[in-house]
C-alpha cells in the first residue's frame, strides 16, 4: 500500500513560481518501480493530466501547454516527487494531485492506483 501526501501549494501571484512536494510512505522504486503523475482539478473543470515520470526519472511527459514552465522530477532515495511551477497564471489555479502507478506508460488517470489528498494552488493576478 502506497500513501502519498502532497505539500507546497499556496497563494501566490501571477509570475510567480512554487515548488509541489510528494511524498510517499513507501519505497517508490523497488520491487515495484511506479510512474509518477501530475494531476490538477479546477473549480468546476475535470481533473487534468499535468505531468509524469517515470521510475528512474529519465522519462517525463507534459500536457503540452504547460512544456516550459513545469517541472517534474523524482528522488528514489527520499522516495519523493517533486512539481517546479514557474510563470505561474491564474488559470494554473486548481487542486493539484500527485499519483502511482504501476504502468509503466499510464496513459489516463485510471491508470494510477493510488492518490494523494491534493494540495491547493490558487494563483491571484
Known amino acids: 500500500q502506497v500513501q502519498l501526501t502532497e505539500s507546497g501549494g499556496g497563494l501566490v501571484h501571477t509570475g510567480d513560481s512554487l515548488r509541489l512536494s510528494c511524498a510517499s510512505s513507501?519505497?517508490?522504486?523497488?520491487?515495484?518501480?511506479?510512474?509518477m503523475g501530475w494531476f490538477r482539478q479546477a473549480p468546476g473543470k475535470d481533473q487534468e493530466f499535468v505531468a509524469r515520470?517515470?521510475?528512474?526519472?529519465?522519462?517525463?511527459v507534459y500536457k503540452d501547454a504547460l512544456k516550459g514552465r513545469f517541472t517534474i522530477s523524482r528522488d528514489n532515495a527520499k522516495n519523493a516527487v517533486y512539481l517546479q511551477m514557474n510563470s505561474l497564471k491564474s488559470e494554473d489555479t486548481a487542486v493539484y494531485y500527485c499519483?502511482?502507478?504501476?504502468?509503466?506508460?499510464?496513459?489516463?488517470?485510471?491508470?494510477?492506483?493510488?492518490w494523494g489528498q491534493g494540495t491547493q494552488v490558487t494563483v491571484s493576478s
Open positions: 499519483a502511482a502507478s504501476s504502468w509503466a506508460t499510464p496513459l489516463r488517470g485510471e491508470h494510477y492506483e493510488y
Open positions: 513507501a519505497p517508490l522504486y523497488s520491487n515495484w518501480s511506479y510512474t
Open positions: 515520470i517515470n521510475y528512474s526519472g529519465s522519462n517525463t
